[in-house]
């Protein structure tokens, strides 16, 4: 990793000049708060001027380890230079024509990457978004449509959006649904395998069957066009179900004539050390959304399945005046290729060695580490109360801000807050992120104390 330091523009190291938020970030938000709607929440105070590699710079010249990668979607670093040429180098030719007035190459090259790029060998069609959201919405179109059913099955802890159809999706009410319903109909909750707080543990077959029951019993598989699930859950707390789990519901789902819709928005490219997540189980879903990581910071997402889905929509049923944006579409070219080249997906899984390694010695020395899990470079820390396994959010929020104050970009997550998320730009050197861990293993001591 130290061989590509060089390619990096600022110094990999934090450094703090002022508290955090500093004068010139207290400015802005100030002015924040007279221009900018109130629903629009920030996790770190700071106000950002540059970013690279594994560090991100405030107005006020501090830099800070970033843990977070604007929530896993800078794999590639915040500037990665090749994606820079090629957003500079698109922008100087067209930024737009729309695709679905005068189309363009790179659309179709994105296309046919995610084509070869996604699980399974069969024939396989693409469609180009902006937003996770939009892309979730538009899988749940072409289930809809290609089975002539209505019925859509999410699971307990799910986060597929805000927009109205994936608010209802999403399981957590605050802050995501509270006061905006009523929601989508036709969307049904289902118990998802949790090993850490299920009864049914590391059984993931059972964990499946008692969700296919409840979804023979209460909706009847004739009514059921598609079941969405993150194959391991973001918001809800980086859960990765038991083994068999997601095969148990592919197998149910194919039987039954139900689209089984993998969403790896956050997942998706390199983050869990391999291309998607379900490669690690060998699930090949009929429709799989993506966004986020794959266009190294630039509004690009994605809906990829089986070409006889994909085509069943009428020709105009999909589209939107940016999906699959001119200057997104060079930028994921080109954050594919570095994925690619550096062997990013090595990487996430080198990270995760370095990374679980040290935190399983912090729980064995303190009482208040419930779970370490995850995948690749997408890493959970459970907090609870010590001794049980009472969900501990108050600490969990301390421990982030701790971090924080020394300059170290932490997010939380999990349906009852209680989860500290790791999930750095693939491209951080093992000094920075050393670091970092350094100052999240001290603030995890001292809140513990
Ligand atoms: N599906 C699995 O993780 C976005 C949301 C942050 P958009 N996750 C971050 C927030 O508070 O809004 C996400 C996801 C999964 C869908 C989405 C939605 O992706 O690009 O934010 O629309």
Redesign the pocket.
């Known amino acids: 990793m130290t061989s590509l330091a060089s390619k990096f523009r600022l110094p990999q190291e934090r450094t703090l000049r002022t508290a955090l938020p500093g004068p010139r970030s207290e400015e802005l938000a100030a002015r924040r708060r007279a221009a900018v709607a109130a629903g629009v929440g920030s996790s770190v105070p700071v106000y950002a001027v540059d970013a690279d590699g594994g560090v991100i710079v405030d107005v006020d010249g501090n830099s800070l380890i970033d843990f977070g990668a604007g929530?896993?979607v800078t794999t590639v670093g915040a500037s990665d230079p090749d994606v820079a040429a090629a957003v500079a180098a698109q922008a100087a030719r067209f930024t737009h024509t729309c695709f679905m007035v005068t189309p363009y190459e790179d659309y179709v090259a994105v296309a046919e990457k995610l084509n070869a790029l996604t699980p399974g060998d069969h024939e396989k069609r693409s469609v180009l978004f902006n937003?996770?959201?939009?892309a979730?919405e538009n899988a749940v179109k072409i289930a809809r449509t290609a089975t002539g059913r209505d019925a859509v099955v999410a699971f307990d802890n799910a986060?597929?959006?805000?927009t109205l159809l994936?608010m209802a999706l999403t399981a957590k009410t605050m802050p995501?649904k509270a006061g905006f319903g009523p929601f989508a109909p036709e969307v049904y909750r289902m118990p998802m395998s949790y090993p850490y707080r299920d009864p049914l543990g590391d059984d993931g077959v059972a964990a499946a069957r008692r969700a296919i029951t409840q979804i023979e019993n209460q909706i009847g598989a004739k009514s059921l066009a598609a079941i969405i699930i993150?194959p391991i859950q973001?918001?809800g707390g980086f859960i990765v179900p038991a083994p068999g789990f997601l095969q148990t519901l592919v197998d149910w789902a194919r039987e039954n004539g139900v689209v089984f819709i993998a969403?790896e928005?956050?997942?998706g490219f390199a983050r869990t050390g391999s291309w998607f997540a379900c490669d690690h189980e060998g699930i090949v879903p009929d429709l799989i959304?993506m966004?986020?990581g794959i266009a190294g910071g630039m509004p690009l997402?994605a809906v990829t399945g089986r070409a006889e889905l994909l085509d069943s929509v009428h020709t105009g049923g999909l589209g939107g005046t940016y999906g699959g944006n001119p200057v997104a579409c060079a930028a994921a070219l080109a954050a594919l290729d570095v994925m690619e080249r550096d062997d990013l997906s090595g990487r996430a899984r080198a990270i995760n060695d370095r990374v679980t390694t040290r935190l399983s010695a912090l729980a064995d020395e303190v009482g208040v580490i419930g779970e370490i899990r995850g995948r690749g470079a997408m890493i959970a820390v459970e907090l609870v109360k010590p001794g049980t396994t009472e969900p501990d959010p108050v600490l969990t929020k301390a421990i982030a801000a701790a971090a924080l104050a020394q300059g170290v970009v932490i997010l939380t997550c999990g349906t009852h807050g209680n989860v500290i998320r790791l999930l750095p730009p693939l491209v951080i050197g093992d000094e920075l992120l050393d670091e970092g861990l350094t100052v999240l293993e001290d603030a995890i001591r001292a809140a513990a104390a």
């Open positions: 929530i896993a937003s996770g959201a939009e979730v986060y597929h959006g805000r994936t995501y993150e973001g918001e969403d928005v956050q997942t959304t966004a986020k997402a």
